[in-house]
């Protein structure tokens, strides 16, 4: 009862915006007086900012104190907490969550009651809140809800999100998995849990006298996604025994096909279950894919769509497609799914990727010489001034019980297929869209990927960057394979032509790892601005020994990689765990542009600095690159390359020659070949292909006049990278060892 006199003084001043008449019809020809609706007090309605005692918001971490408006007369208030994964769903989505036990807390309080501490809620997690007054006359006269809003709408809508849980030790795994069975292995030495400088490992988690964490028992249960699965009831809560814990796993058994499960260590000594609980796991049992699925365009296809632009786009929904497979534990991951050729498709909301798949258009259809199926990622219309975009999104974001789980996910896979955002914009249209192929959300759950494959695909107007992770949570990827891909039209984002990278990751934690063997191969990247190809936010992290990173670029062709400005690397490494390799070969770099055009040609190859861990190894395999350029100054073996060539002596390979194995110990390798004919001569690129230089010249340096300066169709940039059929060019060493991407041969 906390300061009621000056909440229910507070609340004088509140209802004019808290509510105003709340009449609603009841029984025909009646008319029923519903209570004042009350409001949490937070800035959009006080005003006070960090001044307002009495403000919502985030205590201790993972705690969260709510106040809100007292309604003088009313009989109570009823408080909800919930993990919406629908935040724009509004009434409906609370609904579904109520329905589906997604809510963390309904509950009920007095009128005297105007504050609530929800305690010890899960870490790095968005919550949503909301409150209704109750009315001594019943349900028909209870306030409307406040905080069913939609996320847009500031006035009716309270979230927070809970700060980051301290270091936790990855002490549980899953091994042998059968499509009725797993393995659950427990790691609990310290001393190889690879805790920080600070010993905050140790100050969390009980450690016993043998240097071992200590935990009693195992929780594994059906996930909320497939809450019927089946499992024995002992292993709700089962007491693991010291000759379990002496071989450090326990098998378990009787499960269903296909089913993913939630498992958890807990230590019964410490009060607190988020506290208690160490790394979870979330493992799914293997099942046996049927045959492929046609998603029949004319099946899937909408008369009169609601979505703006589907139907002028001639494009049927893959929505509910994807999410359905998702939870549908009938269908093995892995399944194979294919689009008609010639046909567009799209997904209105961001898809998530939380279960193994192959996307392709038919094979028969691209046999038979049919376009690739087009796949729209939003984009097929301009809404409020703004490109309805989205992207793919890594994992999802948690439901009640599952903690600090990783999704496992097998291969993610899509073949043949042109995806594309027709109507985003990029920097040169004044506002740039924030869209990605794939992408994370900031509070999602960890990620571990077998794969994540592109093969014979197009990409366009994907504008702020391809792959990017984010979030304090371990990101795997065992495997990312991009081959015989055309990127056209993407990017770039701001002036200097940065935004995200091709492939991104955050560099939050030691144990994540985007790049354990990342390949890009056979691909076509077609003056398209990004920061990098290869990032990792230039981490300097104590990765254990079993991280390397493993990156193949070879047989890519790569005209105009991010010349906006100066020191945007293809390889942006600084920091690299030790044992990494790098294999770049037969790769064909070129800078072009067409006679008066003022635009900046900048060009940068490598930044890698240092190798952290005890071995200090690290390999290059660097050979056979080709560069060729219209700037006749640059027109020598390496001149293309601003800084950062892979022969430089200072942070690229060059630097680290004394690594180098014997097969390539020479600088020679490092050298990128500028191009010539048979005859010694020099080949520009306006000699080597038809028309290779982007159609749209600029004025000044940065084409501040000229927003297309980076754009091209598709279909004439194909036409425009053929080779010449002369001599000259079919006879030359790069022609014929065939260099670059063989898409162009």
């Known amino acids: 009862m906390k300061k009621l006199s000056l909440y229910l003084l507070l609340a004088l001043f509140a209802l004019p915006f808290a509510a105003c008449t709340n009449d609603e019809s009841g029984v025909e020809?009646?008319?029923?007086?519903?209570?004042?609706?009350?409001?949490?007090?937070?800035?959009?309605?006080?005003?006070?900012?960090?001044?307002?005692?009495?403000?919502?918001?985030?205590?201790?971490?993972?705690?969260?104190?709510?106040?809100?408006?007292?309604?003088?007369?009313?009989?109570?208030?009823?408080?909800?907490v919930g993990l919406l994964p629908n935040v724009s769903g509004g009434e409906q989505a609370w609904e579904e969550s109520a329905a589906?036990?997604?809510?963390?807390?309904?509950?009920?309080?007095?009128?005297?009651?105007?504050?609530?501490?929800?305690?010890?809620?899960?870490?790095?997690?968005?919550?949503?809140?909301?409150?209704?007054?109750?009315?001594?006359?019943?349900?028909?006269?209870?306030?409307?809800?406040?905080?069913?809003?939609?996320?847009?709408?500031?006035?009716?809508?309270?979230?927070?999100?809970?700060?980051?849980?301290?270091?936790?030790?990855?002490?549980?795994?899953?091994?042998?998995?059968?499509?009725?069975?797993?393995?659950?292995?427990?790691?609990?030495?310290?001393?190889?849990?690879?805790?920080d400088a600070n010993g905050t490992m140790k100050e969390n988690f009980e450690v016993d006298a043998d240097g071992n964490f200590v935990f009693h028992y195992l929780t594994i249960t059906p996930s909320?996604?497939?809450?019927?699965?089946?499992?024995?009831?002992?292993?709700?809560?089962?007491?693991?025994?010291?000759?379990?814990?002496?071989?450090?796993?326990?098998?378990?058994?009787?499960?269903?096909?296909?089913?993913?499960?939630?498992?958890?260590?807990?230590?019964?000594?410490?009060?607190?279950?988020?506290?208690?609980?160490?790394?979870?796991?979330?493992?799914?049992?293997?099942?046996?894919?049927?045959?492929?699925?046609?998603?029949k365009w004319d099946e899937l296809y909408i008369q009169n769509d609601s979505v703006p632009g589907a139907n002028d786009r001639q494009a049927a929904r893959l929505d509910e497609w994807l999410v359905n497979y998702t939870a549908d534990a009938t269908m093995a991951e892995g399944s194979i799914f294919y689009l008609d050729g010639g046909k567009s498709y799209y997904f209105h909301q961001s898809p998530t990727l939380c279960k193994g798949f192959t996307l392709a258009t038919n094979p028969a259809d691209i046999q038979a010489g049919k376009d690739k199926a087009k796949v729209f990622l939003g984009g097929t219309a301009v809404v409020?001034?703004?490109?309805?975009?989205?992207?793919?999104?890594?994992?999802?974001?948690?439901?009640?019980?599952?903690?600090?789980?990783?999704?496992?996910?097998?291969?993610?896979?899509?073949?043949?297929?042109?995806?594309?955002?027709?109507?985003?914009?990029?920097?040169?249209?004044?506002?740039?869209?924030?869209n990605y192929f794939a992408n994370m959300y900031s509070n999602g759950m960890g990620v571990v990927f077998s794969s994540f494959e592109a093969r014979n695909c197009i990409f366009e107007r994907m504008v702020r960057g391809f792959i990017r992770v984010q979030g304090?949570?371990?990101?795997?990827?065992?495997?990312?394979?991009?081959?015989?891909?055309?990127?056209?039209?993407?990017?770039?984002?701001?002036?200097?032509?940065?935004?995200?990278?091709?492939?991104?990751?955050?560099?939050?934690?030691?144990?994540?790892n985007v790049f354990t063997n990342t390949v890009?191969?056979?691909?076509?990247?077609?003056?398209?601005?990004?920061?990098?190809?290869?990032?990792?936010?230039?981490?300097?992290?104590?990765?254990?020994?079993?991280?390397?990173?493993?990156?193949?670029?070879?047989?890519?062709?790569?005209?105009?990689?991010?010349?906006?400005?100066?020191?945007?690397?293809?390889?942006?490494?600084?920091?690299?765990?030790?044992?990494?390799?790098?294999?770049?070969k037969n790769n064909l770099f070129i800078m072009a542009k067409k006679d008066g055009d003022a635009?900046?040609?900048?060009?940068?190859?490598?930044?890698?600095?240092?190798?952290n861990g005890s071995k200090q190894e690290i390999t290059f395999d660097i050979s056979g690159n080709y560069c060729t350029t219209t700037d006749t100054s640059k027109q020598k073996d390496d001149g293309i390359f601003?800084?950062?060539?892979?022969?430089?002596?200072?942070?690229?390979?060059?630097?680290?020659?004394?690594?180098?194995?014997?097969?390539?110990?020479?600088?020679?390798?490092?050298?990128?070949?500028?191009?010539?004919?048979?005859?010694?001569?020099?080949?520009?690129?306006?000699q080597i292909f038809v028309d290779p230089c982007p159609p749209h010249t600029t004025t000044s340096a940065t084409g501040s006049e000229q927003p297309e300066m980076h754009e091209r169709d598709l279909e004439d940039m194909l036409r425009g990278m053929k080779f010449q059929s002369n001599a000259a060019v079919t006879g030359a060493e790069f022609y014929q060892k065939k260099v670059g991407s063989p898409l162009l041969y």
């Open 472 to 512: 304090a949570k371990r990101k795997v990827f065992e495997n990312i394979i991009v081959e015989n891909c055309i990127f056209v039209n993407c990017g770039y984002y701001d002036n200097n032509g940065q935004g995200y990278c091709w492939i991104d990751s955050d560099g939050k934690t030691p144990k994540s």
């Open 642 to 686: 601003n800084n950062g060539a892979f022969s430089a002596k200072k942070n690229s390979a060059g630097s680290f020659l004394s690594y180098l194995p014997g097969v390539v110990s020479g600088e020679t390798n490092l050298v990128t070949k500028h191009t010539v004919a048979a005859d010694g001569s020099i080949l520009s690129p306006t």
């Open 29 to 80: 020809g009646e008319v029923t007086e519903r209570e004042f609706m009350t409001m949490f007090r937070k800035d959009h309605n006080t005003n006070k900012g960090d001044s307002e005692p009495y403000a919502c918001g985030v205590k201790n971490i993972n705690d969260i104190q709510l106040y809100w408006y007292g309604v003088h007369g009313c009989a109570g208030y009823q408080i909800r």
């Open 100 to 195: 589906a036990g997604r809510l963390v807390l309904d509950t009920i309080v007095g009128p005297e009651v105007l504050d609530l501490l929800v305690k010890d809620l899960e870490y790095a997690t968005s919550y949503r809140f909301a409150i209704r007054t109750l009315s001594h006359k019943g349900e028909g006269y209870h306030s409307k809800w406040y905080g069913y809003g939609d996320g847009r709408h500031w006035a009716d809508w309270c979230g927070y999100d809970t700060g980051e849980r301290y270091l936790t030790p990855l002490m549980l795994n899953v091994s042998k998995i059968t499509k009725t069975s797993f393995r659950v292995n427990f790691d609990r030495v310290y001393a190889t849990a690879g805790d």
């Open 224 to 295: 909320p996604t497939n809450a019927t699965a089946a499992i024995d009831p002992k292993w709700s809560k089962y007491y693991v025994s010291a000759e379990e814990l002496a071989q450090g796993y326990v098998d378990v058994e009787g499960l269903d096909e296909n089913s993913v499960y939630v498992i958890k260590a807990v230590n019964e000594n410490v009060p607190v279950f988020v506290d208690a609980v160490y790394n979870t796991v979330t493992p799914r049992t293997d099942g046996t894919p049927g045959d492929p699925v046609e998603l």
């Open 599 to 611: 635009r900046n040609m900048n060009m940068a190859g490598m930044d890698i600095r240092t190798v």
């Open 520 to 584: 890009f191969r056979g691909n076509v990247f077609y003056d398209s601005p990004r920061r990098a190809i290869f990032r990792d936010n230039n981490a300097n992290l104590a990765w254990p020994e079993n991280v390397h990173y493993h990156i193949t670029m070879e047989n890519n062709t790569i005209l105009n990689f991010s010349t906006r400005s100066s020191g945007r690397y293809m390889f942006d490494l600084r920091q690299v765990p030790s044992g990494s390799t790098f294999t770049v």
């Open 384 to 434: 409020g001034n703004a490109p309805n975009s989205c992207n793919f999104m890594f994992g999802r974001q948690p439901q009640t019980g599952e903690g600090d789980a990783e999704i496992n996910v097998k291969s993610v896979i899509f073949e043949n297929i042109h995806f594309d955002c027709p109507t985003a914009k990029n920097f040169g249209d004044g506002s740039a869209t924030g």
